[in-house]
């Protein structure tokens, strides 16, 4: 008999507890995302003024925006979707693409100097 994801992710008791340390797991995964989403705006307006890519890696951003990814996949696996969390991924995720769309603007410009 074959389990899907769903039904695997959601084999924990429905106790009071349980919920209680959903709500806690969750409080602190937005409040992560909510810190590392801080410096994207300062990094994007870095690369949009400066118009140069120092001190960017690509490899860097295309990891990070792995990272969201899997985060996503996760919230989508989960039985219920947490909104706010999966918001903050996805908002994550915006911004790095910018960023990582303004590295290959600059790249280009840099090239053509």
Same mark, same amino acid.
């Given at each position: 008999?074959?389990?899907?994801?769903?039904?695997?992710? /959601?084999?924990?008791?429905?106790?009071? @507890?349980?919920?209680?340390?959903?709500?806690? *797991?969750? $409080?602190?995964? #937005?409040?992560?995302?909510?810190?590392?989403?801080?410096?994207?705006?300062?990094?994007?307006?870095? /690369?949009?003024?400066?118009?140069?890519? @120092?001190?960017?890696?690509?490899?860097?951003? *295309?990891? $990070?925006?792995? #990272?969201?990814?899997?985060?996503?996949?996760?919230?989508?696996?989960?039985?219920?979707?947490?909104?706010?969390?999966?918001?903050?991924?996805?908002?994550?995720?915006?911004?790095?693409?910018?960023?990582?769309?303004?590295?290959?603007?600059?790249?280009?410009?840099?090239?053509?100097?």
């Amino acid at each position: 008999m074959a389990v899907s994801l769903r039904e695997a992710a /959601s084999v924990c008791v429905d106790t009071g @507890k349980d919920r209680l340390e959903m709500s806690m *797991v969750k $409080i602190f995964e #937005g409040l992560m995302l909510i810190c590392f989403g801080m410096a994207w705006p300062a990094s994007i307006l870095k /690369s949009f003024t400066s118009g140069s890519t @120092k001190g960017k890696s690509l490899v860097f951003l *295309v990891v $990070i925006l792995i #990272g969201y990814a899997s985060g996503i996949a996760k919230c989508l696996l989960e039985p219920s979707i947490h909104w706010p969390v999966f918001s903050l991924y996805i908002l994550n995720t915006l911004m790095v693409s910018t960023d990582t769309a303004l590295y290959f603007r600059n790249k280009r410009r840099e090239a053509t100097e």
